[in-house]
T-cell receptor
Framework: DAGITQSPRHKVTETGTPVTLRCHQTENHRYMYWYRQDPGHGLRLIHYSYGVKDTDKGEVSDGYSVSRSKTEDFLLTLESATSSQTSVYFC?????????????FGQGTRLTVV | GDSVTQMEGPVTLSEEAFLTINCTYTATGYPSLFWYVQYPGEGLQLLLKATKADDKGSNKGFEATYRKETTSFHLEKGSVQVSDSAVYFCALSVGSNYQLIWGAGTKLIIKP
């Protein structure tokens, strides 16, 4: 257990509403990531962070923003949710950016946009 | 760019059968290679890894050898169990890139 908590675990929201997902870690790892998982696409990186207030875009960042004001928390916001953002969202952490450093994953958040 | 290609699933086997899930990669530099497993309703967890050519990663009866000459990292297990049913992801990490590059995942179904 790498001390990662995602909240909420399940959410149903309406199109056009803002949604924020939270990832909390207890081990002060520097690197944090948000992925979405969809059938046939595997894991796709949305945004990542390499320190407090240091974030960057991944391959599918459109429609998403992130914030990291504390080492332990990484927030993912859907500014105006769309049905195409229905997915399972995973947060991951890595201790360093070294090539041999493994990632630890949260349990996931299942988001449904209706 | 860097990429990972896995065999498409689902792969369906009988209990005690031999398992191979193919993974090949394209990378500049010298990547580390990983296999992750995702059980139903859970997040991904590391199964094994190898950090340089000819290294063999192993865990829970699974093995994979880092083959630089064929740019491959195939996952094998000699005798699968029903409890091995899951989705398996191959991934690589290379250079100063902070990211892990993921394959699409292979769903494994083991029948009793």
């Amino acid at each position: 257990d790498a001390g990662i908590t995602q909240s909420p675990r399940h959410k149903v929201t309406e199109t056009g509403t803002p949604v924020t997902l939270r990832c909390h870690q207890t081990e002060n790892h520097r690197y944090m990531y948000w992925y979405r998982q969809d059938p046939g696409h595997g894991l796709r990186l949305i945004h990542y962070s390499y320190g407090v207030k240091d974030t960057d875009k991944g391959e599918v960042s459109d429609g998403y923003s992130v914030s990291r004001s504390k080492t332990e928390d990484f927030l993912l916001t859907l500014e105006s949710a769309t049905s195409s953002q229905t997915s399972v969202y995973f947060c991951a952490i890595r201790k360093t950016g070294g090539v041999d450093t493994e990632a630890f994953f949260g349990q996931g958040t299942r988001l449904t946009v209706v | 760019g860097d990429s990972v290609t896995q065999m498409e699933g689902p792969v369906t086997l009988s209990e005690e059968a031999f398992l191979t899930i193919n993974c090949t990669y394209t990378a500049t530099g010298y990547p580390s290679l990983f296999w992750y497993v995702q059980y139903p309703g859970e997040g991904l967890q590391l199964l094994l890894k190898a950090t340089k050519a000819d290294d063999k990663g192993s865990n829970k009866g699974f093995e994979a050898t880092y083959r630089k000459e064929t740019t491959s990292f195939h996952l094998e297990k000699g005798s699968v169990q029903v409890s091995d049913s899951a989705v398996y992801f191959c991934a690589l990490s290379v250079g100063s890139n902070y990211q892990l590059i993921w394959g699409a995942g292979t769903k494994l179904i083991i029948k009793p």
